[in-house]
């Protein structure tokens, strides 16, 4: 079956840095955009950013654009978000998400078929 398996979320002091992973396993990885949403206690879940299957189209969303880094290794079945300056509105469950719809990037939490399990980031100021 699809798994998809989130790692690297932890407790970091505002201006810090984490690296975020996503091991995908029971699909062609290749054949999927990959996404990163994010959801804070009490708030909705919301996109952090998305690539496309080759890597060569990105999108994120604007309280991220210029911190963050989202990145896939095909070969490996792995996609990536590098988190920069993080904040401590960036603390929130990070989780990664696949969808098959691979001719453009869809925004929307529905459009995706498989969710990690998240992974938690806490950011202290």
């Known amino acids: 079956q699809v798994q998809l398996v989130e790692s690297g979320g932890g407790l970091v002091q505002a201006g810090d840095s984490l690296r975020l992973s996503c091991a995908a396993s029971g699909l062609t990885f290749s054949n999927y955009v990959m996404a990163w949403f994010r959801q804070a206690p009490g708030k909705e879940r919301e996109l952090v950013a998305a690539i496309s299957w080759s890597g060569r189209t990105t999108h994120y969303t604007d309280s991220v654009k210029g911190r963050f880094t989202i990145s896939r290794d095909n070969a490996k079945s792995t996609a990536y978000l590098q988190m920069n300056s993080l904040i401590p509105e960036d603390a929130a469950v990070y989780y990664c998400?696949?969808?098959?719809?691979?001719?453009?990037?869809?925004?929307?939490?529905?459009?995706?078929?498989?969710w990690g399990q998240g992974t938690q980031v806490t950011v202290s100021s």
């Open positions: 998400a696949a969808d098959d719809w691979h001719y453009s990037l869809r925004l929307t939490s529905a459009e995706y078929d498989y």
